[in-house]
């Protein structure tokens, strides 16, 4: 059972930025694709990137395009989302979720969550 564990998250201005870690207990993590995904208040969850296991697969939502980055470190179990020039609507809270096989930009397709990390921005 794949654990997973957001860190991270803060209050920012318009126009900062922050990086996102997903560190997993299990080294069955550096086998499948992590995908993070971000939910609004009175919001659906949504997909905003997602990696394959050996990081040569990356997809973004259109956006966040431009503006972060997904990235992988396998040798420490762990995922990061670099967020730069961050807006308002940006404002959520962001999961990691890991899942065997490819990226999906469904939540449905991922079997293993963490608890999710407050990003709010300011304007």
């Known amino acids: 059972q794949v654990q997973l564990v957001e860190s991270g998250g803060g209050l920012v201005q318009a126009g900062g930025s922050l990086r996102l870690s997903c560190a997993a207990s299990e080294r069955t993590f550096s086998t499948g694709s992590v995908g993070w995904f971000r939910q609004a208040p009175g919001k659906g969850r949504e997909v905003v990137a997602g990696i394959t296991w050996n990081g040569v697969y990356t997809y973004y939502a259109e956006s966040v395009k431009g503006r972060f980055i997904i990235s992988r470190d396998n040798a420490r179990n762990t995922a990061y989302l670099q967020m730069n020039s961050l807006k308002p609507e940006d404002t959520a809270v962001y999961y990691c979720?890991?899942?065997?096989?490819?990226?999906?930009?469904?939540?449905?397709?991922?079997?293993?969550w963490g608890q999710g990390t407050q990003v709010t921005v300011s304007s």
């Open positions: 979720a890991a899942r065997q096989g490819g990226v999906r930009t469904s939540p449905d397709d991922y079997g293993y």
